[in-house]
């Protein structure tokens, strides 16, 4: 079921008994019919993302979902919300507006991934002052491609249009996220982690949504525009830095569901320093080797352009690294076989170490 609202007001047609002339919601700035207008555009796209397990047709008040239907027998439910940052400033100043959705299905739906969940419906915010020129589409049609390539639902949304809350051209987004994953199949299962596990780190595609105030800090200090060439790529500097965040459910889904698979971070804000021990139990630590594979050349770009230092980096950035696995020793041959199998290039990048 998607249910996509458009905030307008309610009330009485006639609301002014002096001569003063009457006033529409349209002359306070909200255009009803172009709110009408963006869910008849977005309607297949939402549909072309739907699953099993998703009941009913559009416009109700809520979005109903079937967890047996899904295939889940002894299910818990995992949900995740979050944004796209000031990643969106990049969206803005470029007007590319059709990968920011994916970025914020992927910083919901990796999360929840984190704990074992695969990601079933998705609903998304979109605010902005004015709705204009295709840019609410744009940025929708991400967000279903997003929830296409997790294998999750776009079922519902909110557009709200508020005059004066945003200058033109400007927009904020927020999503939701609700996954279920079997019960003996909840991560991280801190019972079974040991000292010797090994973690297995799977690329990601960039900076993915963190750290942009930083990298639009080092841009401006360069003098750089982002029409312009880039210094790592052969993309403009802001296609580049725009690049959207991988989406990892059905990848590692299958490693989770085969038990292999003890602990999963996602590496968002704070790096890997931060996000990597949220997975291990108070007695071990993990211990990363950093020379174990080669950061992608945005990092080494901003690090020199930026000055930065390598705990810095390392702390605020992925450094290339999206998604950490703790698995046990006996399991790295078959877990790494299965990753490659699916054209990914793994890497062993440390192991669980006593606190």
């Known amino acids: 079921m998607l249910t996509r609202r458009f905030g307008q007001a309610l009330g009485p047609d006639q609301m002014n008994a002096t001569s003063k002339p009457p006033l529409s919601y349209r002359d306070a700035g909200v255009d009803i019919e172009a709110g009408e207008r963006l869910v008849d555009a977005i309607s297949p796209m939402a549909k072309a993302t739907a699953r099993a397990g998703v009941m009913g047709g559009l416009g109700g008040f809520g979005a109903l979902f079937d967890l047996k239907a899904a295939g889940y027998t002894d299910p818990i439910l995992v949900s995740g919300t979050d944004g796209v940052g000031t ?56 967000i279903a491609e997003g929830c296409r390539q997790s294998g999750c639902a776009l079922v519902g949304g909110e557009t709200a249009e508020m005059p004066g809350m945003y200058p033109p051209g400007h927009y904020d987004l927020a999503g939701f996220v609700v996954g279920a994953v079997d019960r003996d199949k909840v991560l991280p299962r801190h019972g079974d982690m040991n000292d010797g596990d090994v973690l297995i780190g799977i690329p990601s595609s960039g900076p993915h949504s963190n750290g942009y105030s930083l990298i639009r800090r080092i841009v401006a200090r360069e003098g750089l525009f982002y029409g312009g060439h880039s210094p790592f790529s052969n993309q403009t500097l802001g296609e580049a830095l725009l690049t959207p965040t991988r989406l990892y459910a059905p990848l590692v889904i299958p490693l989770i569901r085969s038990g292999r698979i003890k602990g999963l971070a996602h590496i968002t804000g704070g790096g890997l320093t931060e996000n990597t021990p949220r997975m291990c139990p108070d007695s071990l630590v993990p211990h990363i080797d950093r020379a174990s594979w080669e950061p992608l050349p945005v990092f080494r770009w901003l690090q020199e352009a930026g000055g930065v230092t390598d705990d810095e980096m390392h702390r605020t950035f992925n450094m290339g690294i999206g998604l950490v696995l703790a698995v046990a020793r006996a399991d790295v041959d078959s877990v790494l076989g299965d990753l490659v199998a699916a054209g990914e290039v793994p890497r062993v990048i440390g192991g669980l170490k006593p606190a």
Do not use: R, S, W
Not at 95 to 113: Q, R
Not at 123 to 141: P, R, S, W
């Open 87 to 142: 990643k969106l400033m990049l969206a803005f100043e470029t007007g590319i507006h059709n990968t920011v959705g994916i970025d914020l299905v992927a910083m919901c739906a990796n999360d929840v991934l984190a704990q074992g969940a695969e990601p079933l419906f998705f609903l998304d915010y979109f605010a902005t002052g004015k709705l204009e020129g295709g840019i609410a589409e744009a940025v929708i049609a991400g």
